[in-house]
């Protein structure tokens, strides 16, 4: 039997092809560009950190302006873009916070400006006020930065054997900067809008 000549296609065969429509490709920042940028609420307020990418498609969008830029420009077909170090929203969003900002080790650096609470030299790790074989708990107000030399020299001594004592009680840090804080290294442009000491390192 011959084969039909119709201009139909056989019962199975996929039609005539067609090309997808294109579509205008989004600026991408390139690997030796910033990675990350800070997005701060309408009122300013820091929410979190995104990705370049993310901050740029927000700010196309106009879901967003740029406060600060990289020296850094991506280019696409019809924008050309510098990268956004810090980003504003251009509408306000509730966000829930937790109660609590988390304890981590670079939170406590950060909260202590990276220096030694005990000698004011420059801060290589956490020290328990009191210690934990003494019943001191792993809580902001006993957690404090300390040198190598000091958390030696203190071991699971008290203070008061010592005859040391803290320029200030250590406390819970408040605010949503420090929510952003515990978690990721700190860019120095973002030093305004988190309001964390010059000598947190990038």
Same mark, same amino acid.
């Given at each position: 039997?011959?084969?039909?000549?119709?201009? =139909?296609?056989?019962?199975?065969?996929?039609?005539?092809?067609?090309?997808?429509? *294109?579509?205008?490709?989004?600026?991408?920042?390139?690997?030796?560009?910033?990675?990350?940028?800070?997005?701060?609420?309408?009122?300013?307020?820091?929410?979190?950190?995104?990705?370049?990418?993310? +901050?740029?498609?927000?700010?196309?969008?106009?879901?967003?302006?740029?406060?600060?830029?990289?020296?850094?420009?991506?280019?696409?077909?019809?924008? =050309?873009?510098?990268?956004?170090?810090?980003?504003?929203?251009?509408?306000?969003?509730?966000?829930?916070?937790?109660?609590?900002?988390?304890? =981590?080790?670079?939170?406590?650096?950060?909260?202590?400006?990276?220096?030694?609470?005990?000698?004011?030299?420059?801060?290589? =790790?956490?020290?328990?006020?009191?210690?934990?074989?003494?019943?001191?708990?792993?809580?902001?107000?006993?957690?404090?930065?300390?040198?190598?030399?000091?958390?030696?020299?203190?071991?699971?001594?008290?203070?008061?054997?010592?005859?040391?004592?803290?320029?200030?009680?250590?406390?819970?840090?408040?605010?949503?900067?420090?929510?952003?804080?515990?978690?990721?290294?700190?860019?120095?442009?973002?030093?305004?809008?988190?309001?964390? *000491?010059?000598?947190?390192? +990038?």
């Amino acid at each position: 039997m011959s084969r039909s000549a119709s201009g =139909s296609s056989p019962a199975g065969h996929p039609g005539p092809r067609r090309d997808p429509v *294109p579509v205008p490709r989004l600026p991408v920042p390139s690997s030796g560009t910033t990675a990350a940028t800070l997005l701060l609420n309408a009122t300013y307020e820091p929410l979190c950190v995104v990705s370049s990418r993310r +901050a740029i498609v927000l700010v196309l969008a106009e879901k967003a302006v740029p406060v600060d830029d990289a020296a850094e420009v991506v280019h696409a077909e019809r924008v =050309s873009l510098a990268v956004p170090v810090v980003v504003r929203l251009t509408r306000y969003v509730r966000v829930p916070y937790p109660a609590q900002v988390p304890l =981590s080790r670079r939170a406590v650096f950060t909260r202590d400006g990276q220096t030694c609470v005990y000698c004011g030299s420059s801060a290589t =790790s956490i020290d328990h006020v009191v210690p934990r074989s003494r019943g001191g708990t792993h809580t902001w107000d006993n957690v404090v930065a300390a040198c190598r030399r000091c958390n030696h020299t203190k071991a699971d001594r008290s203070l008061a054997e010592l005859g040391w004592k803290l320029p200030n009680p250590p406390r819970t840090p408040s605010g949503a900067a420090w929510r952003l804080l515990g978690a990721r290294t700190v860019d120095p442009r973002w030093r305004e809008w988190l309001g964390v *000491p010059e000598s947190v390192s +990038a």
